[in-house]
């Protein structure tokens, strides 16, 4: 599958695959790997020279060392030589999963970083990208993805939607849209991308925010090659003002490659418990993968609900400060059956006034992020 990690093991050792492979997260490979892995003695003498002509190549993929505990003698040199991530044996399937995510997505952004350079010397413009996730279904991330897409594009900026939600995502539902083309079109098709590419490939809403909607087919998320939604990113950031780009309900690599390479994270959640315990592993997971976001907000959707928490309980059990709150409003549904965002179809609504006053928030801090 696609969307699994695909890890290479540098030694045959059947137990340490069967670990990775549990963690749902990997798929061991001989060929094509993202994520190299190493075992060594923590009293070695040194990185073994296959390690060092790997970690020679910027492009390649990300190196992982493995340990039974702290190395005395080439620890330094790991560092230096710019391995992605070393690990202490032993560890639970899922924290061996994480982190050849985490080893991936650092090798990613030190790729994405080179990439950007020469373009922001240049004095291209660079996007501010919005990433909007929740590990919980039916948090209303798409509706709120979708509107504060359109939010930043009536304030006068050229923004862009991305779908993210590759299994069955729903921003084009929500617009209203019919697009010839999706996120899959756009990764296979043939050449390199760039902005003018990018163009031909987007759909353009009536407010003036260009979609990039996911793919049609539940199936067709197999076929998204993660690999290329990296200079997708890199490309958009040049390309526009505002990127927003909604998610699946899940740390998938997609997600995860979102998320790195994000600027500004709201975290979706509601007033009832199942909710906010997702939110709580969220943020758990956040921290433990020590994905470098620069601004994270809370958002707590349908708050106010008579349901026995408010927002005090759930500051308190997340301990984390609530940053928007979005009332229940019944003009939301209605606009999403008209396939309107709510702050086109109902403007004067109380949740279309919350959205404009979301987006003037984040809007307020991007330049003191950059």
Do not use: C, E, H
């Given at each position: 599958m696609n969307n699994l990690i695909r890890v290479s093991l540098q030694g045959d050792d059947a137990a340490l695959r069967d670990l990775f492979e549990r963690s749902g997260m990997v798929e061991i490979v001989d060929t094509a790997p993202e994520v190299l892995v190493w075992s060594l003695p923590h009293d070695a003498d040194g990185l073994p020279a296959e390690m060092r002509i790997a970690l020679a190549d910027t492009h390649g993929p990300a190196i992982v060392a493995l340990t039974d505990s702290h190395p005395s003698r080439w620890f330094d040199e790991a560092l230096a030589l710019g391995v992605d991530e070393i690990v202490y044996l032993p560890q639970e399937p899922q924290s061996l999963g994480m982190a050849a995510a985490k080893a991936r997505a650092m090798r990613s952004r030190r790729a994405s970083m080179a990439a950007m350079a020469p373009a922001s010397a240049k004095g291209h413009r660079s996007a501010h990208i919005f990433t909007v996730f929740s590990t919980k279904g039916g948090s209303g991330k798409t509706v709120i993805a979708t509107n504060l897409a359109v939010c930043f594009a009536r304030q006068g900026k050229r923004t862009l939607l991305i779908d993210f939600d590759l299994h069955s995502g729903d921003d084009a539902l929500v617009l209203g849209l019919s697009p010839r083309w999706t996120i899959l079109d756009l990764v296979q098709s043939p050449g390199d991308l760039d902005g003018e590419k990018l163009a031909g490939f987007v759909t353009r809403h009536s407010s003036g925010v260009d979609l990039l909607p996911a793919p049609t087919r539940p199936d067709e998320e197999e076929l998204v090659d993660v690999d290329r939604l990296e200079p997708l990113l890199a490309v958009a950031r040049q390309s526009y003002d505002a990127v927003v780009i909604d998610t699946s309900s899940q740390f998938a690599p997609a997600v995860l490659l979102a998320i790195d390479h994000t600027d500004s994270l709201v975290l979706v959640g509601a007033s009832d418990v199942p909710t906010i315990k997702s939110l709580k592993i969220a943020l758990e997971t956040l921290e433990l993968l020590e994905m470098d976001v620069k601004d994270v907000r809370i958002l707590m959707n349908r708050s106010g609900a008579r349901v026995g928490l408010d927002d005090r309980d759930v500051e308190r059990t997340l301990r984390r400060e609530?940053?928007?709150?979005?009332?229940?409003?019944?003009?939301?549904?209605?606009?999403?059956?008209?396939?309107?965002?709510?702050?086109?179809?109902?403007?004067?609504?109380?949740?279309?006034?919350?959205?404009?006053?979301?987006?003037?928030?984040?809007?307020?801090?991007?330049?003191?992020?950059?």
């Open positions: 609530i940053t928007y709150t979005l009332a229940s409003d019944k003009a939301i549904p209605i606009s999403v059956n008209r396939g309107q965002p709510v702050v086109i179809d109902a403007p004067k609504s109380r949740v279309a006034k919350s959205f404009y006053d979301m987006a003037r928030s984040l809007d307020a801090v991007v330049g003191s992020l950059r």
